[in-house]
């Protein structure tokens, strides 16, 4: 997850979507409530999320100590992520851009998306986003190699599942977001007015496995926060949440700060939503009686350092949210148009 913004480009970002929902023409999909929650959850248990894990931590290992845009140890993520696409059946691509470095001579960085699709009409495209790279100062595995996992057994138990998508789903691993979101902003501008229409649905998932963390769900409506995402984004909010309640789990709703990949798919008037376990925010006494973990210490102390390696991850936790995470994609993969 990108460094939260101040409090002035926060309110500058919600401005922008606040102009641009009452214009905006994306499809609305009414989210299918026919997918089994319990038996995803069960699913999910036995699936290989801490392998992916595993992988992105010796690609880290092999290269500087991180995943970052730009580098040799990004290169090598990305390959990974690309042989286990095409080994579950998909036909990744990448979406080349660039972006200005930081430092005194703020070089110019070459990064890209990858891009991976399942079968489904085009006309709603239900985009599953989260970033595959890292922060320059560690290997980032919560930060969002979580993430990475989680979107990777989601696309392979669609395939393994035989899930023939009404809507195309999808999957976009994000280059850039740890610089200033540039690889979901671009992809975003790319759309055009037509691409953009034809978006129904963002599902962001940005840190999935924090080890003192909770399941918390984005704020569609503002209800809470006060911020409401663009129309369609409550009901992002409710599938998540239904998730939760059928399998019994406690989860909270977390407010649409600008700090991830969400923000460019927002601002465009696409409905957008997802799943959060917590950085550097540190954990109440309400939340420890709800979730257990240690009050006053962080959700995770090891956001954006050289400690966030696959020992700062919570297993259980990310296969949680994993689940939820294929819960909500199938029941956008079989919505009906509202």
């Known amino acids: 997850m990108m460094e939260r913004f101040g409090r002035t480009a926060v309110a500058a970002t ?38 992916h894990l595993e992988a992105l931590q010796r690609v880290a290992d092999d290269h500087d100590g991180n995943r970052a845009s730009g580098t040799s140890g990004y290169e090598a993520s990305a ?6 696409l095409r080994a579950a059946g998909y036909n990744p691509v990448r979406q080349a851009f660039t972006f200005r470095g930081e430092g005194r001579n703020r070089s110019q960085v070459e990064s890209f998306n990858i891009l991976a699709d399942t ?34 057994e989601v696309a392979r138990w669609m395939k393994d599942s035989g899930i023939t998508p009404v809507n195309r789903v999808r999957f976009a691993f994000w280059g850039g977001e740890e ?16 691409g953009t229409a034809q978006t129904a649905a963002n599902l962001n998932v940005d840190m999935l496995a924090s080890p003192n963390g909770v399941r918390s769900i984005h704020d569609g409506d503002g209800s809470d926060f006060g911020h409401a995402g663009p129309a369609g984004s409550k009901q ?34 696409i409905p957008g939503g997802g799943l959060f376990s917590g950085d550097e925010e540190k954990k109440s006494t309400a939340q420890v009686q709800t979730y257990g973990g240690v009050a006053g210490r962080h959700l995770d102390s090891c956001y954006h350092e050289a400690c966030d390696t696959i020992s700062n991850t919570d297993a259980d936790l990310l296969k949680e949210m994993s689940a939820a995470l294929a819960y909500a994609t199938a029941s956008y993969a079989a919505a009906a148009r509202g």
């Open 14 to 51: 919600l401005v922008a979507i606040s102009l641009v929902v009452s214009g905006c023409t994306a499809s609305r999909l009414e989210p299918a409530g026919g997918v089994d929650a319990r038996a995803v959850l069960a699913e999910f248990k036995g699936r290989g999320m801490v392998g």
């Open 119 to 152: 079968g489904g009409s085009a006309e709603n495209t239900v985009v599953v986003g989260g970033h595959l790279d890292s922060v320059r100062e560690g290997p980032g595995i919560n930060d969002n190699g979580s993430g990475v996992a989680a979107m990777l």
């Open 79 to 84: 390959r990974y992520v690309e042989e286990q």
């Open 179 to 194: 610089d200033g979101l540039y690889g979901s902003r671009h992809y975003v501008d790319e759309l055009g007015p037509a």
């Open 236 to 269: 992002i909010e409710d599938v998540f949440f239904r998730f939760f309640q059928e399998n019994s789990l406690p989860a909270e709703t977390t407010a649409f700060d600008g700090g991830s990949d969400y923000d460019a798919f927002l601002q465009a008037g």
